[in-house]
């Protein structure tokens, strides 16, 4: 699910050389031609190519809802549209056609749910996901009670078993299991080395603790000393067979940030002080005014791969850092009749957890972490970006004013020898009382509307007006809930953490929340006429269910119905315009 109609998913020509479109999708799957957007498919240039006529993926949620698929990428952010989107009269409006419901659609729900980098649903997203877990769950089950089965996977884990039960109230069945050798399991083993039986890593962690500098300052001289290396590396090995290969993998130098205020610091200083320091490292150690300082000591550039970049630049951003280093690329050369620009990838990459994620670009194999982050599970997965294939280091510069850091540092070894035993267990808390304030409102809306077709269109918030339908309406939303909880009760008791997942007080709690906003809603069906669920700001102006989180204050507190229509306001942010004169 990409954008939200055909008009979203617009198509810009790329006749200027660069690749504008915000749909991530350039060449064919199958024969590697170009791809052209014909009349919203993506058909292959290739006339001898079986997708000529259009490769069969679906874009906008649009398309999608008109022709559910068989297979459907989405990231959880989506799930709050589900709440917003369902019609019985437009099916590219209505998302009940993704669970086999809809207008003339009367099929399976999906049974297989796989859900990537599991460690990322914690804290507050983790809660907010789990209440519209409970949705889906429901709106995956079949008729005869048949729940989906859910596959998870991450590198990063611990209490799993709770994490599990929380997000998805099922049991825990972890694969591969462990072989008859902790470190074989007949799926992967754990290589070790031949002479002395050591486990062997192609990564290697170097820590840092700067006394008498300041972090930045170290950071400078850091980067200085890695940039410097590239160059004696080239003097030492040049007339060897692999030396571009090899030059390519350690070019680029990634810099890892704990927020985007770092970033900003930095890159507000590369241009100017990290040059400076380069220069002076430069001279001291080579002194050669030849071409090679003009290569290595002249301008740096660099990449930013971070949460300021625009959705357009993103893509922008990974051709730029997946480029790869040759000696031809250096200078501007001929190939064939045309002359091309030197293109080089950047020396520099500032990033932020946003490449702990996916990324996986072979060039990298060098970063340095400034500072540790918050949780070990966000440093392991940031450092692994390095050595995919060959060797990487990674250099973690602690931050000596940081109490945090200087522990790090002072264990470091011990630390990083059993680096996945410190992950932090995770805390999800769905059903406490401060959540289920925040999002339970949104798991009714998703689970009211697919579930109850008198109250399923955008203006059918009106039709709340008889007890009858409300009990039910109360039944249907409570009866998860209430089933949940006698699961939840007759858990084993060695499972204490899992059993206080959902106590009778906090059970008590969301009947008492779920009779209120249902009085609230009634209330509004009766005394105004014409209620609609979402404010159209543009069109007219018919009393409405739903508040924005971000509605003002007051508004806010006297409704039960903040439903948000993206999971990614868990916490609200102010806007602010500045009026130039
Ligand atoms: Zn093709």
Redesign the pocket.
Known sequence: MWQNSFKDTSWTDRNDGENNTKIPLDR?P????RLEYVDNAFC?S?DD???EEGLPVRLCDEDIYNYPPTLLFGTVDKFASIAHKVSTTKMGDDSRRLFGKGKNLNVLPPDLIIQDELHLLIGPLGSAVSLFECAIDQLCTRDDGTRPKIISSTATTRNTDLQIRTLYDRNLNIFPKNGIDYDDSFFAFYRRTENNNHFESKRKYIGIMPTGRTQMTTQMRLSAILFVHRALFEIGHQDEKDFEKVADNYYSIISYFNSLKEVGKTDALFYIEYVKYLRRLYKRVLRNGDLMECYYAGELTESEISGRLSASDVNKTFTEVATHWTLKNRLPHKEGEKWVRAILPPDYILATNMISVGLDVSRFNTIIMNSMPRNIAEYIQASSRVARNVHGLVITSHNPFRSRDVSHFEKFREFHEKLYYYVEPISITPFSKKSVEKYFSLYMAALIRHSFKELADGNSAKNLTTDELKKNVHDKVMAYIYNRYSRTMNLPVELELQKGLLTEDLKNNIEAFVDDALDQWETIAKTTIDLVYKAAPFRGKKPYLFIAPDAYDDEREQSSWTVPTSLRIVEPEAVLHVKVK
């Open positions: 064919c199958w024969c590697g031609g292959c290739n190519c079986t997708f």
